[in-house]
C-alpha cells in the first residue's frame, strides 16, 4: 500500500463500495460547507481518485475555498490530496493552478507549528515535479535551522530526496548536510544526516566518522547502526581501510542495543576471520541468545551461530564455546532448545565432551522434577537423543550416562523411555565391557516398567545378554515376579469366587533367588501374603498387561525365556538342573497359553502368538544345536547388521554435508580466464561470471547457472492474448513469504491509456500488500508495473485479475482486459527434512487430513517411479537405500518433507510392478499423503496427480 493510501484509509471511513457522489454535490460541500462539511467531502474526493475517477473541475475549488483553512485534519487529507492528484497536462507540462498550491507549501514550510512543517517536508520527498520543488529551496534549507527536531530530521530528508532525483536544485547538499551534522544533537536528526552522507558522499561521511570514532559507543543506537552500515559497505570496497575501523566495530559489541550487536557481530565475522574476531562475534551472539526475550530473535541468531559452524576454520573456535551455548538451555521454549542441542552435538570433541555430558546429566534430572510445561516431554526426548549420540562418538562417556538414563525407563512418557531402550540396545552390542552394567541396571528397574512396549524391548535385551548363570537366574526371578501367582487361570477364579481371605490373598514381595541345592527352583510363590491384596491396577506389571489381552508381549517373553534356557543348558553340565530350568520356562509358557484361551482377559489371544509360544515350547523341548545358533547367535548378528547400516548410512549423510561446505579442487585442474575465453564457447560475459561465482561458492547446479535467462524464462506467465489491447505477462519471483508480481504491461494501440490500473485479487492464503498505482501509457509504449504478495501457509494459491483503462479523449465507460490466473507451486515452499521412525509414527497417527492419490503413469521402473516423486515433491525418502534395493516386484517407502512455515508433510508410497500384465506393464498402487493442514495434503496430492501425469505424456 502507498504512504497516501496508508494515510488515507486510516482516515477515511467512508465504504469503498457505497455509491459514489456526483461531482457538482462534492463542489457545493468544498464550496458552502462549514468546516466538518469540507472534511467529509475532501475525503470522498480522495478515495474516487484512488479508484481512478478523474475530477478535473474540482482542483481549483480545493485551492479557492480548501487549501486556506488551517484545520489539521484538512492539512493531513490535502498532503494526501496533492500527491495523488494528476498535476500535469496530458502533453507533460506542469498545470498552472499548481503554482498557487506551490505558494500554500511555501507557507506551510513557514509555519509556526511544527507538526505541520515537518508533515509539508515529508510530502515534499514524494514530489516528482523540479518546478513546483525549485520556489521552495530557500525555506527548506531554513528549516535545518528550526528549534524542534522533528522538522530538522524531516528537512534532512528532503534535502536527501531533492539531491537525488534532482541535483542541480542542491549542488551543495553534502557540504550543507555535513555543516548540519557537526553542530547537531539531535540522534533522529544526526541519524538521517549521516544516512545521507552514506549514499551521496561517502568520503565526508568518513571524515565525520574519523573525527568522532571514539566517541561511537557514546551514540545512539540509530546512528550506530547507519556507522556499522558505512563501515561494512567500506571495508569490502575497499579492504585496505579494515584495519581503520575494525576497532570501531569491536567496541560496537558491547553496545547497549540488541540491534546494534546483532550488526556488528555480523559484520565483524565478514570483516575478519581471525580466531579473536569470530569469538568475539560469537559471544556477542550467546549474550543475545540468553538476554533477549522473543524467541523469534533467540532462532534467528541461533542459525548465525549454525553458518559460523559451517566455516571450517571457525568450527575449532566455536568449540571453545560449547559451554556458554549450553546456557540457552534455560529458555523453555522447545524450538530454541533443538537447535542449541544440535549446535552443541556438532561442536563436541573430546576435549569437552566430558562437561557437556556433566551438562546434560543435570538438565535430565531438572526434567524429572518438572511436570508443569507441556513440552518438559519432548525436552527429555531430546536430551536422552543428544546423550545417545554423545555416547555413541565417545564410548568413554557411556559408562557415565547409562546409569542416569535407564532410570528413564520407567518413565511415564513412553517415547522418552523409547529413546532411552533404543541407545541401550545399542550400547549393550557395540560396548562389551559395559554389558554387566547395563545387565544390572536393567534387572533394577524391570519391575517398574511401566509401558508394555518398554517392557517387551527390555524382555529382548535381557534375553540377549545375560550370559553368566547368575544373570539368567535373575532374569527368571524377575520374570516370576512380574506375572504373579501360577496357574494364573486358578488364582484369578478364586480371587473373583472370593474363595481367597483378604490376609490370604497374595502381593507382590521382595525379589529373592528361590534355589534349592539340586539348582531346581523352589515351589514357593515369588509372592508373599505378608501385605493385602493389590487392587485391579496394581497387579503385577506383566500379569496387568496379559489380562488386558495383550498377547505379544507374551511372545516376546517365551522367545527371551527360550534363548535364556538354551544358553543355560550351555553353561550348566549337571542334567537334572538343566530339566528343571526347562521345565520352569515351559510352565509359564503353558499357563499364558491357558490364560489366552480362557475367558479371563479383555482380549483372547491370538492365533500368530499360539504359534510363536508353541514353537518356543517345541524348541525347548528338543534342545537342538540348530536352534541353539538361531536364537542365540543369528538373533544378534541382525541388530549388529542393523546398527552397521545405521551407522553408514550417517557417515553417508555427514560426508554429503562436508562435500557440500568444501568446494575440492585438484592440483592440475586448468584455471580459465574470462578474457582468454573465446566468444564461441561462452554466451555472454555475464553468464560466465554467473557460473565462476557460483563455482566459487561450491553450488553444484551448473545448469541453470550456465543458463539463467531460460530458468527466468520458466517463471514467466502470460496474461493476456497477443491480439488484445493491452497485453501483459508476469515473471513471479518467490522469496520464501513474499512472492514478487513483476507485470509487463505493453500498449499495442495507437490511443494514449490514462489511468491504466492493474487490479489484482488472489485465492488461498495469500494476501495482496499494496495496490498498484495508476499509469499513464504512450501509444505503443509499455511499463512495468510490481505488486507484492504475502503468502501465509503451504497451500496452492491463485492470484486474478484484470487491467483497466481509459483512452485519451473517449467519452466512453472504462476498458477492461481480463487476466490469465496465476497458480503459485507450493514446491517454492517445501524443502526436504529429516526425522526419526519413531517421530513419523507419530505424526502420522496425529495428523487427521490425509489424502489418498492412485497411481496412474506409465513409468514401469519401481526405483524410478519412487525418484520421480522424490523430484516433483521435493520429499526425503526416509526408507534406507538398502531396503530399498533389489528386485522383488512390490515396494514400500515412508517420505518426509517440511515447509517454510514450519508444516510437515508425511507420504507413504505403496507401488508394485503387476508381472502377470508382462515386462511393459506401468507400475501401480497408491501414495498417500497426510498433514496437519487440510490445504497441504490437498495441494501435495494434487503436485503429484499433475506431475504423474506430465510424465505420461
Not at 484538512?74 to 505558494?103: A, H, N, S, Y
Not at 533522529?188 to 544526516?193: D, F, L, P, V
Not at 513469504?737 to 485479487?761: F, G, P
Request: hydrophobic fraction near 40%; aromatic fraction near 6%; charge should be negative.
Amino acid at each position: 500500500m502507498t504512504a497516501a493510501e496508508n494515510v488515507c484509509y486510516t482516515l477515511i471511513n467512508v465504504p469503498m463500495d457505497s455509491e459514489p457522489p456526483s461531482e457538482i454535490s462534492l463542489k457545493n460541500d468544498l464550496e458552502k460547507g462549514d468546516v466538518k462539511l469540507k472534511t467529509e467531502a475532501l475525503k470522498k474526493v480522495i478515495i474516487m481518485i484512488l479508484n481512478g475517477e478523474k475530477l478535473p473541475g474540482l482542483l481549483m475549488t480545493i485551492i479557492r475555498f480548501v487549501l486556506p483553512l488551517q484545520d489539521h485534519t484538512i492539512k493531513k487529507l490535502l498532503l494526501v490530496f496533492w500527491e495523488i492528484v494528476p498535476k500535469t497536462t496530458p502533453d507533460g507540462r506542469l498545470l498552472q493552478e499548481m503554482i498557487l498550491v506551490c505558494d500554500a507549501y511555501r507557507k506551510d514550510l513557514q509555519h509556526p507549528n511544527e507538526f505541520i512543517r515537518g508533515s509539508t517536508l515529508r510530502f515534499l520527498c514524494k514530489l516528482k515535479e523540479a518546478e513546483l520543488l525549485e520556489p521552495l529551496m530557500p525555506a527548506i534549507r531554513a528549516c535545518l535551522e528550526h528549534r524542534h527536531s522533528y522538522v530538522r530530521r524531516n528537512a534532512v530528508l528532503a534535502i536527501y530526496t531533492i539531491y537525488r532525483n534532482f541535483e542541480h536544485l542542491i549542488p551543495d547538499a553534502p557540504e550543507l548536510i555535513h555543516d548540519f551534522l557537526v553542530n547537531e544533537k539531535d540522534a533522529s536528526c544526526k541519524r538521517n544526516a549521516f544516512m545521507m552522507l552514506i549514499h551521496a558522499d561517502q568520503d565526508r561521511a568518513l571524515d565525520y566518522l574519523s573525527t568522532c570514532i571514539d566517541q561511537v559507543q557514546t551514540f545512539g543506537d540509530i546512528l550506530q547502526l547507519v556507522i556499522v552500515e558505512l563501515i561494512y559497505k567500506v571495508c569490502h570496497a575497499n579492504p585496505s581501510e579494515r584495519a581503520r575501523f575494525i576497532r570501531c566495530i569491536y567496541n560496537l559489541l558491547q553496545s547497549s542495543s540488541p540491534a546494534v550487536k546483532y550488526e556488528a557481530a555480523g559484520t565483524l565475522v565478514t570483516l575478519s576471520s581471525a580466531p579473536t574476531a569470530i569469538k568475539a562475534a560469537a559471544q556477542c551472539y550467546i549474550d543475545l541468545i540468553i538476554k533477549e526475550s522473543d524467541n523469534n530473535v533467540k532462532l534467528i541468531v541461533l542459525d548465525r551461530l549454525i553458518e559460523l559452524k559451517e566455516h571450517p576454520s571457525h568450527e575449532r573456535v566455536l568449540q571453545d564455546l560449547v559451554m556458554d551455548i549450553l546456557r540457552v538451555l534455560s529458555t523453555p521454549d522447545l524450538e530454541v532448545r533443538k537447535k542449541t542441542l544440535q549446535l552443541a552435538l556438532d561442536l563436541v570433541s573430546s576435549r569437552n565432551v566430558e562437561e557437556l555430558v556433566i551438562v546434560l546429566k543435570k538438565e535430565v534430572i531438572k526434567t524429572n522434577n518438572v511436570t508443569e510445561h507441556e513440552d518438559t516431554d519432548k525436552y527429555r526426548q531430546l536430551l536422552v537423543r543428544t546423550l545417545h549420540s554423545c555416547s555413541v562418538r565417545f564410548p568413554d562417556m557411556a559408562a557415565n550416562v547409562i546409569p542416569v538414563l535407564m532410570e528413564f525407563l520407567s518413565d511415564n512418557n513412553e517415547a522418552a523411555a523409547a529413546d532411552v531402550l533404543e541407545f541401550v540396545r545399542e550400547a549393550i552390542q557395540r560396548f562389551d565391557n559395559l554389558r554387566p552394567l547395563i545387565v544390572e541396571k536393567m534387572l533394577e528397574v524391570f519391575h517398574s516398567i511401566k509401558s508394555v512396549k518398554i517392557y517387551r524391548g527390555a524382555l529382548w535385551i535381557l534375553g540377549e545378554y545375560c550370559s553368566t548363570k547368575e544373570d539368567i537366574q535373575s532374569v527368571m526371578t524377575e520374570v516370576r515376579r512380574s506375572l504373579g501367582e501360577i496357574p494364573i487361570v486358578e488364582s484369578e477364579i478364586k480371587k473373583e469366587a472370593g474363595e481367597l481371605k483378604p490376609e490370604e490373598e497374595v502381593s507382590v514381595g521382595p525379589a529373592q533367588k528361590l534355589v534349592t541345592e539340586m539348582g531346581t527352583y523352589a515351589t514357593q510363590s515369588a509372592l508373599s501374603s505378608s501385605r493385602p491384596a493389590k487392587k485391579e491396577e496394581d497387579r503385577p506389571p506383566l500379569r496387568g498387561f496379559l489380562l488386558d489381552g495383550d498377547f505379544f508381549v507374551a511372545a516376546s517373553l517365551a522367545t527371551t525365556l527360550t534363548k535364556i534356557a538354551l544358553r543355560y543348558v550351555s553353561l550348566v553340565q549337571e542334567k537334572k538342573k538343566q530339566n528343571s530350568f526347562n521345565a520352569e520356562a515351559m510352565l509359564l509358557m503353558a499357563t499364558i497359553l491357558h490364560l489366552g484361551k480362557s475367558s479371563l482377559p479383555k482380549k483372547p489371544i491370538t492365533d500368530d502368538d499360539v504359534d510363536r509360544i508353541s514353537l518356543c515350547l517345541k524348541v525347548l523341548s528338543e534342545c537342538s544345536p540348530l536352534m541353539n545358533d538361531i536364537f542365540n547367535k543369528e538373533c544378534r548378528q541382525s541388530l549388529s547388521q542393523m546398527l552397521s547400516a545405521k551407522l553408514e548410512e550417517e557417515k553417508l549423510s555427514q560426508k554429503k554435508e562436508s562435500e557440500k561446505r568444501n568446494v575440492t579442487v585438484q592440483p592440475d585442474d586448468p584455471i580459465s580466464f574470462m578474457q582468454l575465453t573465446a566468444k564461441n564457447e561462452m554466451s555472454s560475459k555475464e553468464d560466465q561470471f554467473q557460473l565462476s561465482l557460483l563455482a566459487a561458492m561450491g553450488n553444484t547446479q551448473r545448469k541453470e547457472a550456465a543458463d539463467p535467462l531460460a530458468s527466468k524464462l520458466n517463471k514467466v506467465t502470460q496474461l493476456t492474448g497477443f491480439s488484445d489491447p493491452v497485453y501483459a505477462e508476469a515473471y513471479v519471483h518467490v522469496n520464501q513469504y513474499d512472492i514478487v508480481l513483476d507485470v509487463l504491461v505493453v500498449n499495442q494501440t495507437s490511443d494514449t491509456l490514462q489511468n491504466c490500473t492493474l487490479e489484482l485479487a488472489t485465492l488461498g492464503d495469500l494476501k495482496l500488500v499494496e495496490k498498484p498505482s495508476p499509469l499513464t501509457l504512450a501509444p505503443h509504449d509499455f511499463a512495468n508495473i510490481k505488486a507484492n504478495v504475502k503468502v501465509a501457509s503451504t497451500e496452492n494459491g491463485i492470484i486474478f485479475g484484470n487491467v483497466v483503462y481509459d483512452v485519451s479523449g473517449a467519452a466512453s465507460d472504462r476498458n477492461c482486459v481480463v487476466l490469465s490466473d496465476i497458480h503459485i507451486d507450493i514446491m517454492d515452499y517445501i524443502q526436504p527434512a529429516s526425522c526419526t521412525d519413531a517421530e513419523f509414527r507419530q505424526m502420522w497417527a496425529e495428523f487427521e487430513w490425509e489424502n489418498k492419490v492412485t497411481v496412474n503413469t506409465n513409468i514401469i521402473d519401481l526405483n524410478e517411479y519412487l525418484q520421480h516423486i522424490l523430484k516433483s515433491t521435493n520429499m526425503k525418502c526416509l526408507t534406507p537405500e538398502k531396503a530399498l534395493s533389489g528386485y522383488c516386484g512390490f515396494m514400500a517407502a515412508n517420505l518426509y518433507a517440511r515447509s517454510i512455515f514450519g508444516e510437515d508433510a508425511l507420504a507413504n508410497v505403496s507401488i508394485e510392478k503387476p508381472i502377470h500384465l508382462g515386462p511393459e506393464a506401468p507400475v501401480t498402487g497408491h501414495i498417500r499423503i497426510r498433514a496437519k493442514s487440510q490445504g497441504m495434503a490437498l495441494s501435495l496430492g494434487d503436485k503429484i496427480n499433475l506431475s504423474q501425469k506430465k510424465a505420461s505424456l
